[in-house]
């Protein structure tokens, strides 16, 4: 898993720590609360309210099916501030720092490993991280889309077969962002024990420290 661990210094100065700007780092952990928040309804409604048992009383199922979609409307909820969120990162991208765009590293790795052959190993390690959160932008547009799509199924007069397509690939992509956040903490996790250690506390002061 080493290949997944974020690399704290910058590429092309190694003795300088990566720098995060407030608005970067306002964007990771509010995008952190909200997607942990639309998982939890997820797992609450799956966990609590996806299993009907026979015999309950139509009172009981009727009370279980208006708290079910209490749920999913707060669940909604986060997806429209999902989206928001979104939109402010694809926004932000063009007012950032060169150093600090994601797709100017995403670049220099690609520069550095495949043309310059420059400090190829550690180029290699940024371009692999770098290729997984681009990954990670691509199905999280795919979720927002999804999900936008079907909380304006009605407005969009979205046939039944291809809301639950949509439904089908809105669910995937969720298991996708899971996969990803355990990946995430995982790699962040061994950083922090080796050479990389601070990068929590970088995404918290900025990365200020050299």
Known sequence: MSILEPVREDIEKQTAVKKHSAMIRLWHWANTIV??????????????????????????????????DKVWGVHIYFGYVLAGLFLFRIILEFFQHPDQQFFHHLKAAYQDYFILQHKKGL?????????????????????????????FQDQLSLQRSLAHSVKEVHGFCMYLILAFIVVHLGGIFMAERKDS??????????????
Do not use: C, Q, W
Not at 124 to 147: D, K, N, Q
Not at 200 to 206: E, F, H, L, Q
């Open 35 to 68: 997607i942990s928040g639309s998982l939890i309804t997820i797992l609450i409604n799956s966990g609590l309210f996806g299993d009907r048992t026979p015999g309950l009383s139509a009172e009981r199922k009727f009370l279980l099916e208006m708290l079910e």
């Open 123 to 151: 180029a290699r390690h940024e371009l692999a991280v770098s290729a997984i959160y681009l990954t990670f932008y691509a199905v999280l547009a795919v979720i927002v889309l999804s999900g936008l799509t079907l909380a």
């Open 197 to 210: 250690n601070g990068i929590v506390s970088d995404m918290i002061n900025g990365g200020k420290h050299a």
